[in-house]
């Protein structure tokens, strides 16, 4: 006998889809993805498969740099205790989520770096400088940390560098370009800062926030050989440089600028890096919720990468195909994807890459039954906004069109914060003291009856 089915009713999508997306976020718990690789006991300390000796150090101190900084550095004083001497924390202005003991806490600006975070990577650097052979450095990394931790090179200055950020990011390069140019303009980055803390021992405790999870992009690899070189940075200026407008001081630094430490250097012989989390791990926390919530579950990717407009475009695309033929996964069906992707900004609107996800999305899935898309940043803040991200559904644009919002000019104009927040399908969580990228949700209902 075939199965009979009975819709979803959107309330009982919308909350399905929440309780997946939280899940993701508890999965992502930077305090707790920590605990899980860093432990001490039989007189050594275990970093995830790297095992120290604590009568080969004098003293332990912590560098936590990203949106992640504070939950992972409460979860590095509990663990070390009294052995830790002290250090620096640097996160996103709003991201303070737990009580530091013995450690200095700067809030800085993100994605655009400000004074703040300049302060804070001098004193970093002159902790790493006062190191010897005798000490150990934990380095705490997550994502955000390449714009909290801004250390211009002599040849520029902290203006020149944020107006690079600034219109690169405008002009849509993705977080593996921007990273190269960040790293040879900084005097931290690019594996600077181990360069800095030698001879002392270093290990890196690294929250990825990016595709694929290579240590030398996660942060920019503070603590990590680089792959990339001035010449790469440069053709990056050169790829934008007819869209935007980059400052000649940007370039000559990079030109004239010293290579970034690279692999087999001596300076990272003592260096361990870690991960302790990732996009991967959320997705898959993801899943195990929506089969517990009955949805037969696919894992697209967790490598997502590319326009956003065109990347929401092909899974709306994929949704629409499940509910019409059940291919590739029958409803009630649940796709999940992560990654980070990039919005050209070409209008005066407000919003972020997740909300614009939606926004595309919900176009392309207008008047489609039982369906509905959630895309959210796991740091719970998505562009200049207040917002984690949005839901759409196969409704979004006549409810819209009703309350005389034109969802094509919407997304013309990059004003998906304002469609949204009219129609109250903002999801804002606040910050969640994670960054594990995005996650994309794509929900088809219909339940065995």
Not at 39 to 49: K, V
């Amino acid at each position: 006998m075939p199965s009979r089915f009975s819709k979803l009713t959107e309330k009982n999508l919308r909350r399905d889809a929440l309780a997946i997306f939280k899940a993701a976020l508890r999965a992502a718990d930077a305090g707790e993805a920590v605990r899980r690789h860093l432990q001490i006991g039989d007189s050594q300390l275990r970093a995830g498969p790297v095992r120290l000796r604590l009568n080969q150090f004098d003293r332990i101190y912590l560098i936590a740099v990203g949106k992640a900084a504070v939950p992972m550095a409460a979860s590095i004083e509990r663990i070390l205790g009294e052995r830790l001497c002290g250090g620096i924390v640097v996160t996103k202005h709003g991201h303070t989520s737990a009580r530091l003991r013995r450690l200095q806490l700067f809030e800085s600006s993100h994605p655009i770096p400000d004074e703040t975070g300049a302060q804070a990577a001098a004193a970093a650097a002159r902790l790493a400088r006062e190191l010897n052979a005798r000490d150990l450095l934990i380095a705490a990394v997550s994502g955000g940390a390449s714009a909290l931790l801004p250390a211009p090179l002599p040849l520029i200055t902290l203006a020149i560098k944020q107006t690079t950020t600034d219109r690169l990011l405008r002009a849509g390069a993705d977080i593996f370009e921007l990273n190269t140019v960040r790293k040879h303009l900084s005097a931290l980055k690019g594996g600077r800062f181990a360069a800095l803390a030698y001879p002392a021992t270093v290990v890196g405790l690294l929250l990825s926030d990016v595709i694929g999870d290579p240590v030398d992009v996660i942060g920019s690899g503070l603590t990590a050989p680089d792959d990339s070189t001035r010449q790469d940075a440069l053709r990056i200026l050169r790829k934008y440089a007819s869209r935007c407008e980059i400052p000649i001081e940007a370039w000559h630094a990079i030109e004239e600028g010293p290579e970034t430490p690279k692999a087999g250097d001596a300076i990272f012989a003592h260096v361990h890096n870690v991960i302790v989390g990732s996009n991967r791990l959320a997705l898959a926390a993801a899943a195990s919720e929506a089969k517990a919530r009955g949805y037969r579950t696919l894992v697209l990717s967790s490598s997502m990468q590319g326009e956003t407009r065109e990347i929401a475009l092909a899974h709306a695309q994929i949704l629409r195909e499940v509910i019409a033929s059940g291919n590739p996964v029958r409803p009630p069906a649940c796709l999940l994807a992560g990654g980070e992707t990039a919005v050209t900004v070409v209008g005066q609107g407000k919003g972020g890459r997740n909300q614009e996800f939606a926004l595309a999305a919900a176009i392309e899935i207008q008047s489609s039954p039982d369906c509905l898309v959630l895309s959210a940043g796991t740091d719970g803040t998505d562009g200049p906004t207040d917002a984690a991200g949005a839901v759409a559904t196969g409704d979004t644009v006549k409810h819209a069109r009703l309350m005389g919002l034109d969802a094509a000019q919407s997304l013309a104009e990059n004003d998906s914060y304002r469609f949204f927040d009219a129609l109250g399908d903002l999801i804002r969580t606040g910050p969640t003291g994670t960054n594990v990228m995005d996650i994309h949700l794509l929900l088809a209902g219909g339940r065995k009856s």
